[in-house]
């Protein structure tokens, strides 16, 4: 026999909407408390939504409200600041 292929998570991205694998996208998570963050090792507790490493699917998803719509919850500009930022740290 053969090994096993395992799947490999896909996810999508609600800047861009593509499909991407879970390992190579973002999470940013509403924690239980209500509170917004980057989730960097992606087990944190919560309702998460997925972004490429790109702050154009950032802004995409800010202007689309679809970080909004995913986490259910307004999104105030310090916190997308505080993301974009992350972003921009992961991604260079």
């Not at 861009?16 to 998570?29: F, S, Y």
């Not at 995913?70 to 999104?75: D, F, G, H, Q, V």
Request: glycine share 8%.
């Amino acid at each position: 026999m053969g090994k096993k292929m395992r799947k490999i998570p896909q996810r999508m991205c609600i800047g861009c909407r593509n499909m991407k694998n879970k390992k190579d996208l973002i999470r940013i998570v509403r924690t239980p408390q209500g509170e917004i963050e980057v989730d960097t090792g992606g087990k944190r507790p919560g309702r998460g939504a997925y972004l490429c490493p790109d702050t154009q699917c950032l802004k995409k998803a800010i202007k689309s409200k679809g970080l909004e719509k995913a986490l259910e919850k307004n999104i105030p500009t310090d916190i997308v600041a505080i993301i974009e930022k992350q972003i921009e740290s992961i991604s260079s």
